[in-house]
Protein backbone atom coordinates (compact mmCIF):
# COMPACT_ATOMS: atom_id res chain seq x y z
CA UNK A 1 0.00 0.00 0.00
CA UNK A 2 1.24 3.47 -0.63
CA UNK A 3 0.98 6.53 1.17
CA UNK A 4 -2.42 8.44 0.79
CA UNK A 5 -1.95 11.43 -1.39
CA UNK A 6 -1.73 15.31 0.07
CA UNK A 7 -0.69 17.94 -1.53
CA UNK A 8 3.27 18.78 -0.21
CA UNK A 9 2.17 22.56 0.63
CA UNK A 10 -0.04 24.82 1.04
CA UNK A 11 -0.48 27.99 1.99
CA UNK A 12 -2.65 30.86 2.97
CA UNK A 13 -2.84 34.70 4.49
CA UNK A 14 -4.07 35.14 8.10
CA UNK A 15 -7.44 35.49 8.16
CA UNK A 16 -7.98 33.38 5.04
CA UNK A 17 -9.38 29.64 5.05
CA UNK A 18 -7.21 26.79 3.48
CA UNK A 19 -8.15 23.49 2.38
CA UNK A 20 -6.21 20.37 1.92
CA UNK A 21 -7.37 17.13 0.69
CA UNK A 22 -5.97 13.99 1.13
CA UNK A 23 -7.05 10.88 -1.37
CA UNK A 24 -6.90 6.94 -1.89
CA UNK A 25 -8.67 4.40 -3.39
CA UNK A 26 -11.04 2.03 -2.38
CA UNK A 27 -8.29 -0.54 -1.75
CA UNK A 28 -6.50 1.87 -0.05
CA UNK A 29 -8.94 3.35 2.62
CA UNK A 30 -11.82 1.00 2.89
CA UNK A 31 -14.81 3.15 2.21
CA UNK A 32 -13.32 6.53 3.76
CA UNK A 33 -15.13 6.04 6.84
CA UNK A 34 -12.67 6.43 9.38
CA UNK A 35 -10.24 9.09 8.71
CA UNK A 36 -8.41 11.35 11.13
CA UNK A 37 -6.31 14.26 10.51
CA UNK A 38 -3.22 15.36 12.92
CA UNK A 39 -1.51 18.41 13.45
CA UNK A 40 2.99 18.43 13.99
CA UNK A 41 4.34 21.41 14.92
CA UNK A 42 8.33 20.69 14.53
CA UNK A 43 9.71 18.98 17.24
CA UNK A 44 6.73 17.69 18.58
CA UNK A 45 4.12 14.56 18.45
CA UNK A 46 1.09 14.71 16.04
CA UNK A 47 -1.82 15.75 17.87
CA UNK A 48 -5.68 14.41 16.98
CA UNK A 49 -7.28 17.18 15.54
CA UNK A 50 -10.11 15.60 13.19
CA UNK A 51 -11.32 11.94 13.50
CA UNK A 52 -14.16 9.89 11.62
CA UNK A 53 -14.11 12.16 8.94
CA UNK A 54 -15.81 15.15 10.80
CA UNK A 55 -15.48 15.13 14.25
CA UNK A 56 -13.55 17.42 16.57
CA UNK A 57 -12.16 16.14 19.95
CA UNK A 58 -12.99 18.32 23.25
CA UNK A 59 -10.48 20.87 22.34
CA UNK A 60 -10.09 21.42 19.11
CA UNK A 61 -10.70 24.87 17.47
CA UNK A 62 -14.33 24.96 15.85
CA UNK A 63 -11.93 26.44 12.78
CA UNK A 64 -11.07 22.80 11.66
CA UNK A 65 -13.35 20.91 9.83
CA UNK A 66 -13.47 17.31 8.28
CA UNK A 67 -15.40 16.14 5.17
CA UNK A 68 -14.97 13.61 2.46
CA UNK A 69 -16.50 13.51 -1.05
CA UNK A 70 -16.45 10.12 -3.26
CA UNK A 71 -15.58 9.18 -7.16
CA UNK A 72 -16.19 5.91 -8.77
CA UNK A 73 -13.28 5.30 -11.07
CA UNK A 74 -14.60 2.23 -11.70
CA UNK A 75 -17.11 -0.39 -11.75
CA UNK A 76 -15.03 -2.13 -8.91
CA UNK A 77 -12.75 0.75 -7.78
CA UNK A 78 -13.83 3.87 -6.37
CA UNK A 79 -11.78 7.25 -5.13
CA UNK A 80 -12.07 8.92 -1.82
CA UNK A 81 -11.03 12.41 -1.13
CA UNK A 82 -10.98 13.47 2.61
CA UNK A 83 -10.53 17.30 3.46
CA UNK A 84 -9.61 19.17 6.09
CA UNK A 85 -10.37 23.08 6.03
CA UNK A 86 -8.94 25.83 8.45
CA UNK A 87 -11.02 28.78 8.15
CA UNK A 88 -9.54 32.36 9.95
CA UNK A 89 -6.01 31.06 10.03
CA UNK A 90 -3.75 32.11 12.33
CA UNK A 91 -0.05 31.92 12.70
CA UNK A 92 -0.30 29.16 15.23
CA UNK A 93 -1.61 26.76 12.28
CA UNK A 94 1.19 26.87 10.58
CA UNK A 95 2.75 23.37 11.02
CA UNK A 96 2.61 19.91 9.13
CA UNK A 97 -0.93 18.03 8.61
CA UNK A 98 -1.45 14.31 7.78
CA UNK A 99 -4.43 12.48 7.46
CA UNK A 100 -4.93 8.57 7.88
CA UNK A 101 -7.49 6.16 7.15
CA UNK A 102 -8.14 2.50 8.21
CA UNK A 103 -8.22 0.14 5.77
CA UNK A 104 -9.66 -2.78 4.42
CA UNK A 105 -6.05 -4.34 5.36
CA UNK A 106 -7.04 -3.89 9.21
CA UNK A 107 -3.91 -1.37 9.35
CA UNK A 108 -4.28 2.21 9.10
CA UNK A 109 -2.33 4.27 6.32
CA UNK A 110 -0.89 8.04 6.62
CA UNK A 111 -0.81 10.66 4.14
CA UNK A 112 2.61 11.50 2.89
CA UNK A 113 1.73 15.10 4.59
CA UNK A 114 1.02 18.56 3.73
CA UNK A 115 3.33 21.41 5.04
CA UNK A 116 0.65 24.48 5.84
CA UNK A 117 2.52 28.14 5.36
CA UNK A 118 0.66 31.04 7.61
CA UNK A 119 1.44 34.10 5.21
CA UNK B 1 -5.57 12.94 32.14
CA UNK B 2 -4.33 10.27 30.01
CA UNK B 3 -0.53 9.98 29.46
CA UNK B 4 1.94 8.20 27.57
CA UNK B 5 5.69 8.63 28.65
CA UNK B 6 8.03 6.88 26.47
CA UNK B 7 11.81 6.18 27.72
CA UNK B 8 14.66 8.54 26.45
CA UNK B 9 17.00 8.77 23.24
CA UNK B 10 19.15 6.09 21.90
CA UNK B 11 22.53 5.63 19.48
CA UNK B 12 23.01 1.79 18.06
CA UNK B 13 25.96 0.32 15.91
CA UNK B 14 24.64 -1.11 12.81
CA UNK B 15 23.01 -4.34 13.63
CA UNK B 16 22.10 -4.10 17.38
CA UNK B 17 19.12 -3.69 18.43
CA UNK B 18 16.52 -0.84 20.61
CA UNK B 19 14.02 -1.63 22.81
CA UNK B 20 11.45 1.28 23.54
CA UNK B 21 9.22 1.67 26.49
CA UNK B 22 5.94 3.52 26.74
CA UNK B 23 4.54 4.06 29.99
CA UNK B 24 0.52 4.99 30.68
CA UNK B 25 -1.92 6.55 32.40
CA UNK B 26 -5.13 8.03 33.25
CA UNK B 27 -7.05 5.19 31.20
CA UNK B 28 -7.76 1.43 31.45
CA UNK B 29 -4.79 0.23 29.97
CA UNK B 30 -5.94 -3.40 29.09
CA UNK B 31 -8.44 -1.60 26.81
CA UNK B 32 -6.61 -0.10 24.43
CA UNK B 33 -4.53 -1.14 21.72
CA UNK B 34 -0.85 0.42 21.36
CA UNK B 35 0.67 1.31 17.92
CA UNK B 36 4.57 2.48 17.56
CA UNK B 37 4.60 5.38 14.57
CA UNK B 38 8.24 6.14 13.39
CA UNK B 39 9.24 9.33 11.71
CA UNK B 40 12.88 9.50 9.76
CA UNK B 41 14.29 12.86 9.74
CA UNK B 42 12.13 15.29 7.45
CA UNK B 43 9.99 12.58 6.50
CA UNK B 44 6.45 11.15 7.25
CA UNK B 45 5.03 9.42 9.35
CA UNK B 46 4.71 5.58 9.26
CA UNK B 47 2.65 3.05 10.97
CA UNK B 48 5.33 -0.05 12.29
CA UNK B 49 2.49 -1.75 14.03
CA UNK B 50 -0.08 -2.61 16.64
CA UNK B 51 -0.43 -4.58 20.10
CA UNK B 52 -3.32 -5.50 22.09
CA UNK B 53 -3.04 -4.12 25.88
CA UNK B 54 -5.85 -7.29 26.34
CA UNK B 55 -4.26 -10.09 24.99
CA UNK B 56 -0.98 -9.39 23.45
CA UNK B 57 -2.36 -9.45 20.02
CA UNK B 58 -0.11 -8.04 17.26
CA UNK B 59 -0.46 -6.87 13.68
CA UNK B 60 2.59 -5.82 11.78
CA UNK B 61 3.59 -4.04 9.39
CA UNK B 62 4.70 -6.11 6.89
CA UNK B 63 8.56 -4.33 5.50
CA UNK B 64 9.67 -4.66 9.33
CA UNK B 65 7.91 -8.30 10.21
CA UNK B 66 10.85 -10.68 11.47
CA UNK B 67 12.60 -7.50 13.11
CA UNK B 68 9.83 -5.91 15.23
CA UNK B 69 8.46 -7.37 18.68
CA UNK B 70 5.89 -5.75 20.23
CA UNK B 71 5.29 -6.36 24.49
CA UNK B 72 2.79 -5.02 27.35
CA UNK B 73 3.01 -5.26 30.55
CA UNK B 74 -0.30 -5.07 32.25
CA UNK B 75 1.37 -4.65 35.63
CA UNK B 76 2.97 -1.24 35.10
CA UNK B 77 0.69 -0.13 31.82
CA UNK B 78 3.37 -0.14 30.48
CA UNK B 79 3.98 -0.81 25.97
CA UNK B 80 7.35 -1.78 24.69
CA UNK B 81 8.44 -1.82 20.69
CA UNK B 82 11.74 -3.94 20.06
CA UNK B 83 13.44 -3.71 17.04
CA UNK B 84 16.37 -5.60 15.81
CA UNK B 85 18.66 -5.93 12.82
CA UNK B 86 18.91 -2.05 13.04
CA UNK B 87 20.27 -0.61 9.74
CA UNK B 88 21.06 3.37 9.40
CA UNK B 89 17.49 3.86 7.70
CA UNK B 90 15.65 2.97 11.15
CA UNK B 91 17.03 6.60 12.36
CA UNK B 92 14.11 8.22 13.39
CA UNK B 93 11.83 9.28 16.25
CA UNK B 94 9.68 6.74 17.05
CA UNK B 95 6.47 7.44 19.19
CA UNK B 96 3.64 4.97 20.87
CA UNK B 97 0.26 6.30 20.46
CA UNK B 98 -3.00 5.18 21.60
CA UNK B 99 -5.09 3.28 18.85
CA UNK B 100 -7.22 0.28 18.21
CA UNK B 101 -8.16 -0.21 14.65
CA UNK B 102 -11.15 2.29 13.32
CA UNK B 103 -10.18 4.14 16.58
CA UNK B 104 -8.21 7.56 15.65
CA UNK B 105 -4.36 7.75 17.09
CA UNK B 106 -6.13 9.98 20.15
CA UNK B 107 -3.30 10.22 22.99
CA UNK B 108 0.61 10.13 21.29
CA UNK B 109 4.14 9.84 23.66
CA UNK B 110 6.59 12.53 23.35
CA UNK B 111 8.32 10.53 21.15
CA UNK B 112 12.18 9.07 21.37
CA UNK B 113 14.45 9.53 18.62
CA UNK B 114 16.68 6.66 17.78
CA UNK B 115 19.84 7.12 15.76
CA UNK B 116 21.47 4.45 13.99
CA UNK B 117 25.24 5.48 14.14
CA UNK B 118 28.69 3.62 13.01
Known amino acids: QSALTQPASVSGSLGQSITISCTGTSSDADGYYYVSWYQQHPGKAPKLIIYDVSNRPSGVSSRFSGSKSVNTASLTESVNTASLTITGLQAEDEANYYCSSYTSNTTPLFGAGTKLTVL | QIQLVQSGADVKKPGASVKVSCKTSGYSFSSHGISWVRQAPGQGLEWMGWISAYNGNTNYAQNLRGRLTMTTDTSTNTAYMELRSLIFDDTAVYYC???????????WGQGTLVTVSS
Open chain 2, 97 to 107: ARWSHVDPFDY
